[in-house]
């Protein structure tokens, strides 16, 4: 990876909201140490950085959709390795405030409450692909956190199937839990292959993993994906 320019860390924490949070795990361990000193916005970068070792989703002159970009590192990653010829967009309801290249746009806001149609606009066509590490904020009771992060992944489908472009591929962040496979199942219908990764820079205690799908199905809208359809 090529270092981003340095800038002054979010006051935020190294990994957005997760990492507020900080009973029960060392705060400042080794990523956090190594995404500081590359002068990357968060720990989180090292997640997308195997997830793309692994599976090599990204690539140069393409268009990328983060959600839930802040404080910022995946999108710095994203736009090193679209570079110039490519498009970032990012959303997230708290400030970005990394320094970042000009084919990277963040738009503050609610996932639940954007229009794909102006995310697709203000990148000036479908995207590529559809990054998403939505995180809820954790009550610590384990069915609700996952509730709510399964919503933020269903809230992260329905603007793939209308921003996404056919050959795309979607990546979300999940809580793991009774609903993933499930998930999985209706995933399959919108994707070629779908696959779970769990990063090593992972926290120890996290529920976290990545469902990865690849071979994005713009034919398979939201009708085709429900969760009815999945369990015929
Ligand atoms: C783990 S952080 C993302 C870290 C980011 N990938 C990075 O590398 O810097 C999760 C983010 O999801 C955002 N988020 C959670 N719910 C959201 C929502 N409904 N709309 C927009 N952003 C949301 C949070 O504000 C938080 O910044």
Same mark, same amino acid.
């Given at each position: 990876?090529?270092?981003? #320019? #340095?800038?002054?860390?979010?006051?935020?924490?190294?990994?957005?909201?997760?990492?507020?949070?900080?009973?029960?795990?060392?705060?400042?361990?080794?990523?956090?140490?190594?995404?500081?000193?590359?002068?990357?916005?968060?720990?989180?970068?090292?997640? %997308?950085?195997?997830?793309?070792?692994?599976? !090599? %989703? /990204?690539?140069?002159?393409?268009?990328?959709?983060?959600? *839930?970009?802040?404080?910022?590192?995946? %999108?710095?990653?994203?736009?090193?390795?679209?570079?110039? *010829?490519?498009?970032?967009?990012?959303?997230?309801?708290? &400030?970005?405030?990394?320094?970042?290249?000009?084919?990277?746009?963040?738009?503050?806001?609610?996932?639940?409450? +954007?229009? &794909? *149609?102006?995310?697709?606009?203000?990148?000036?066509? $479908?995207?590529?692909? /559809? /990054?998403?590490?939505?995180?809820?904020?954790?009550?610590?009771? $384990?069915?609700?956190?996952?509730?709510?992060? %399964?919503?933020?992944?269903?809230? =992260? /489908?329905?603007?793939?199937?209308?921003?996404?472009?056919?050959?795309?591929?979607?990546?979300?962040? +999940?809580?793991? *839990?009774?609903?993933? &496979?499930?998930?999985? =199942? #209706?995933?399959?219908?919108?994707?070629? !292959?779908? $696959?779970?990764?769990? &990063?090593?820079?992972?926290?120890?205690?996290?529920?976290?993993?990545?469902?990865?799908?690849?071979?994005?199905?713009?034919?398979?809208?939201?009708?085709? +994906?429900?969760?009815?359809?999945?369990?015929?």
């Amino acid at each position: 990876m090529n270092r981003p #320019r #340095r800038h002054n860390r979010s006051r935020r924490g190294s990994e957005g909201r997760d990492e507020k949070k900080s009973g029960g795990y060392r705060r400042h361990d080794g990523f956090f140490r190594r995404a500081r000193d590359q002068g990357f916005a968060a720990r989180s970068v090292f997640k %997308l950085e195997e997830i793309q070792q692994r599976v !090599e %989703l /990204l690539r140069q002159g393409q268009r990328l959709l983060d959600l *839930g970009c802040a404080p910022g590192s995946w %999108l710095q990653l994203a736009a090193q390795i679209v570079g110039r *010829g490519g498009r970032v967009i990012g959303v997230d309801v708290d &400030p970005v405030e990394v320094p970042l290249p000009p084919w990277v746009t963040v738009l503050r806001g609610d996932v639940a409450a +954007i229009e &794909p *149609g102006q995310l697709v606009a203000a990148a000036g066509g $479908r995207f590529d692909g /559809l /990054l998403s590490d939505l995180a809820p904020h954790t009550s610590g009771v $384990r069915h609700a956190d996952q509730a709510r992060s %399964l919503a933020l992944v269903e809230r =992260a /489908l329905e603007i793939a199937a209308a921003a996404v472009a056919d050959g795309g591929f979607f990546v979300a962040k +999940i809580f793991d *839990g009774g609903d993933v &496979p499930a998930l999985i =199942a #209706r995933l399959r219908l919108a994707a070629r !292959e779908v $696959r779970t990764l769990r &990063p090593r820079a992972t926290r120890s205690h996290s529920k976290e993993i990545y469902l990865v799908a690849t071979g994005w199905r713009t034919s398979a809208g939201m009708a085709q +994906i429900d969760c009815r359809s999945a369990q015929k």
